[in-house]
């Protein structure tokens, strides 16, 4: 069975920083992509950033591009999301995510999802 776990969630102040990990077991087989999205109750779910199966490349939303950086251990299976500048507007439950097996498009359908924990940035 597929399975994400993504501590590490809470409250920050505006400005500072958090960073966040996700480690999924049960994907073995073949590359996979693994991602990071965001929801909130007034925004529905937006991509944040991933990286791709094995090539180490990264994508990110321009809404968090400079702010943000993905990485990925890919030994580990864990996929990490560095936040700096955090600012209110970035307040939002956080869910790892990752393709099927054999998916390796970062824009496709992400199959399997952890349960998310939540960021909260005061001001």
């Known amino acids: 069975q597929v399975q994400l776990v993504e501590p590490g969630g809470g409250l920050v102040q505006a400005g500072g920083s958090l960073t966040l990990a996700c480690a999924a077991s049960?994907?073995?087989?073949?590359?996979?992509?693994m991602g990071w999205f965001r929801q909130s109750p007034w925004q529905e779910r937006q991509f944040v950033g991933a990286?791709?199966?094995?090539?180490?490349?990264?994508y990110y939303a321009d809404s968090v591009k400079g702010r943000f950086t993905i990485s990925r251990d890919y030994a580990k299976n864990t996929v990490y999301v560095q936040k700096n500048s955090l600012q209110p507007e970035d307040t939002a439950v956080y869910c790892c995510?990752?393709?099927?097996?054999?998916?390796?498009?970062?824009?496709?359908?992400?199959?399997?999802w952890g349960r998310g924990t939540q960021v909260t940035v005061s001001s």
């Open positions: 995510a990752t393709t099927r097996p054999g998916n390796c498009q970062h824009d496709a359908t992400y199959d399997y």
């Open positions: 049960g994907l073995t087989v073949s590359p996979y992509v």
């Open positions: 990286t791709n199966c094995s090539n180490n490349r990264q």
